[in-house]
Nanobody
Framework: VQLQASGGGLVQPGGSLRLSCAAS????????LYWFRQAPGKEREGLSC????????YYADSVKGRFTISRDNAKNTVYLQMNSLKPEDTAVYYC????????????????????WGKGTLVTVSS
């Protein structure tokens, strides 16, 4: 099982980025998928999840209305579209797979993940 996040980079405040998380070794559509981030000196923060049914999505208040999670089961990839980026969004962003029979969307608990991607750095700065 592997998760590979990509799409990070340097963007100006107010700009947009789309992160991708390519999954291998399992069928994406059977699992809840999550995005977390960790800023320097801060604890890891749960941002968003999408349920295995594709019906349920959830966003932390810090990103609600700006970020959108989606998945393409045919490509075995989950995405995070990030708009109206702010300097405080600067962090390493991680995708994760929810542990079967434990995780739930809308819960964003990192202890309920069983696999993590390596992370991709997003820097929001002028």
């Amino acid at each position: 099982v592997q998760l590979q996040a990509s799409g990070g980079g340097l963007v100006q405040p107010g700009g947009s980025l789309r992160l991708s998380c390519a999954a291998s070794g399992f069928t994406l559509g059977y699992f809840h998928l999550y995005w977390f981030r960790q800023a320097p000196g801060k604890e890891r923060e749960g941002l968003s999840c999408i349920g295995s049914s594709d019906i349920d999505t959830y966003y932390a208040d810090s990103v609600k209305g700006r970020f959108t999670i989606s998945r393409d089961n045919a490509k075995n990839t989950v995405y995070l579209q990030m708009n109206s980026l702010k300097p405080e969004d600067t962090a390493v962003y991680y995708c994760a797979r929810g542990r079967p029979h434990v995780s739930s969307c809308p819960r964003l608990r990192d202890g309920e993940m069983d696999y993590w991607g390596k992370g991709t750095l997003v820097t929001v700065s002028s």
